[in-house]
Structures are given as structure tokens and as C-alpha cells.
């Protein structure tokens, strides 16, 4: 029978967790997000993490600039927060307006400080096995594989996209489980023939219902990091769920499954921000 992986649920205990670390231990981490422009989407994300945030005990601010705010001005506000003792996580809010870099505006934070974990330095920690700030979608995933199958060392993983957010971190996460670790793409040949050897296919590819049964091997453990709004209006990920989900040991769901993992991945990685920078 196929399991379910409950995203919001894990991600609940996860917070639960979080909130009696917190006051176990005395932390006051400092978590501030920037939010630039009026993108609706953004507001909304914003203040969920200001909640979940403020529910666990994290002292959680969100400062909004207008959406022409010079790129200057948005640098000069992330300088202000690198030095400042009671900040422990510092985040802005992407997309960013188009006369902003956002590379720029990432690597600018402070990197025991990027609780978002897109900066250069962090990117290459990951990539070199050191201890890093990992971005919080891939640090969720892995959390939930490790949930379900426990020991991950020797599996066969395919993640399906090799961006900079999902894809090139989620790869790094599961070699650094000891997984064999492929990732596929676009341009992958026999794409469906690649992912049918996978024990965890992770697709992150931003393609609705793209991986379907022939793509998943029995028993295989499948993340869905996809979310994509079909032309009824309901959400749907990368998988074709109710064709694949019979196959699997194990799936998350769209929505339900990766989703709520993210902010409470956040909210750990500001935790771990606060006691490196505290020592």
C-alpha cells in the first residue's frame, strides 16, 4: 500500500520541534525578511512565514520598500542587517523588480546569515560536503526521505532539474547521504528510461503531470517538488500522481506534501543561524 507522505503534518511536528528547542535552550533568533514591490503572491508567502515564525518564538520583521526602490538603497538596508547582533536571518523575497540583480542582492547578505541559502559561499559548502545553510525546499525533501526510508546510503536518486534552488542543492543533500546521485533535465536523453531506475525520484522541473507510471520503478520513493495550476484552477505538481502513486512506497502530495515544508525549513535554518553566530 502507498504511503502518503503528509507534508503538513511533518511539518507541524517539525515546527513543534523548533519551538521547544527554542525555549529549552534561551535562543532569541532574529529572523527579518525584505520584501520589495506589491507582488500579491509574495505578500501572502511573507506573512505566513511571519506567523509560523512568531508562533515558534522567532522574532520575525518584515521590512517592505517600494517597487522602485534602487538597488543601492536595497544593498545599503542588507548591510544594515549583516551588522546587526540581534539578526540572526536575513531574507529577501523573490522575484526581485527587474533593475535589481538579484545575484548581487543574494550574495550581499552575510553567509552564516542567508537563511534561504541561494549565496555563493553557501552554495559551494554544500557542494564540498562542509556544513551549510541549504536552501529550505531541498532541505525539506530530505528531511521526509530520511523520515521514510531511514538510512538513505547507497540508493540510486534522480532529481529532475538542475536549478540553483531545487535541483543543484537536492543533488548535493543526497550525496552527501552516500546516495548515487543523477541529474536529469531537459536535455537528458531517454529521460523516462533514466528516471525508471530511480529507488527516489525527486522532480522539481515545473512541468504539470510530466512524469508518468512508465517514468517510476516499483517501490521507489517519489518527491514532488513541482506546483503548477492547471486550467480548472486546482494545483497539480510534476507527477501525474493518480497514475504513479500505486507504484510507489511512498509520494507527497500536490498540495499537501513539499509545500508546507518550506517555511518550517526556514524556520530551522534561522535557528541554526542563531547558534553559529552565537558561537
Partial sequence: MTNIIDGKAFAAKLRAEIAEEIKRDGL?????VILVGDDPASHVYVANKDKAANEVGINAKTIKLPADTPEADLLGKIAELNNDSAVHGILVQLPLP?????????????????????????????ATGQDALVPCTP??????LKDVLGDLSGLNAVVIGRSNIVGKPMANLL???????????SRTKNLAEVCAQADI??????????????????????????INRQDDGKLCGDVDFA????????ITPVPGGVG???IACLLKNTVTACRRIAN
Fill in 260 to 262: 508546507p515544508m518550506t
Fill in 201 to 226: 525520484l525527486v522532480a522539481a522541473v515545473g512541468r504539470p503531470k510530466m512524469v508518468k507510471a512508465n517514468w517510476v520503478k516499483d517501490g521507489a520513493v517519489v518527491i514532488d517538488v513541482g
Fill in 139 to 144: 532541505l525539506g525533501c530530505s528531511l521526509m
Fill in 243 to 250: 497514475e504513479v502513486a500505486p507504484k510507489c512506497k511512498a
Fill in 28 to 32: 532569541k533568533p532574529g529572523l527579518t
Fill in 175 to 185: 550525496l552527501k547521504e552516500n546516495c548515487t546521485v543523477t541529474i536529469a533535465h
Fill in 98 to 126: 527587474k533593475h535589481i540583480d538579484e545575484n548581487a542582492v543574494i550574495n550581499a547578505i552575510f553567509p552564516d546569515k542567508d537563511v534561504d541559502g541561494f549565496h555563493v559561499i553557501n552554495a559551494g559548502r554544500a
